[in-house]
């Protein structure tokens, strides 16, 4: 009778579980499934007790509690394993996702896989996945946001998991060593252009109305790079001088 008894209670949880997880939303399921899961051994269990076979359930309790004692810790679901990963300007996101901006590049971490994508906000490569990026243009890249350490310390980063012989290969010079970018004379109508984002051939209006639109996302009284702001605006300068 016992036994009965036992089994019945077992059926019932199981029926309350699976009528549960048919309703339930992903991230319940997440956030309570393990405890579920737990309850539904603590039954088990107890009917193994019940049906005598005593040996067999306490090899299950030898195996449960060590992850019970995981799960309280919270090691296996969230906090221990994935904790620490999104410092101050880092947001988390669903599915374990962090994204972190400087004023040069807008990156995202995946917790679960360490893989890291990101974006180039200002500069030469604006627009551009880093992804999207050669070597040659990642050193070119390097040199430009050498004197803003927070966009250095991202693109860093980024290097170090994608290129890890970066340092070797991209043999920069004495000035980008020390945070200064490589310079081969002034800069070029091209550049310029590609600086401001502009198609070749912009009039006088839209160089004033990019030169502002950038302006307000890396002036550095907006916590953005000085090194930056003064790109922007010698390309401005350089192409405004054809206008005078």
Known sequence: ???????????????????????ASPSAILGKGPWLAIAAAAVVFAGLLLS???????????????????????????GGLFGGLGGARGTPKPGHRSMVRSAAFEMELDHDTGAISGKVLAGSFEGRALASLGAAELQR?????????????????????????????????????????????????????????LAKGADEAEIRSAHRRLMKRVHPDQGGSTF??????EAKDRLLSKHR
């Open 52 to 78: 005598g076979r005593a040996a067999l359930a306490m090899t299950m309790l030898m195996v449960g509690i060590p992850v019970y004692r995981a799960l309280t810790r919270g090691s296996l679901f969230g």
């Open 141 to 197: 890249l390097y040199g430009e946001v050498a004197p803003d350490p927070e966009s250095l310390a991202l693109l860093e980063t980024y290097l170090d998991r994608r290129l890890p012989r970066w340092r070797e290969d991209f043999e920069m010079d004495p000035a980008a060593r020390h945070g200064r970018p490589a310079r081969a004379g002034p800069m070029s109508e091209e550049e310029a252009y590609q600086i401001l984002g």
């Open 1 to 23: 009778m016992t036994t009965l008894l036992g089994i019945f209670a077992a059926l019932i949880l199981g029926w309350f579980a699976l009528k549960w997880f048919a309703n």
């Open 228 to 233: 930056l702001a003064a790109r922007i605006n």
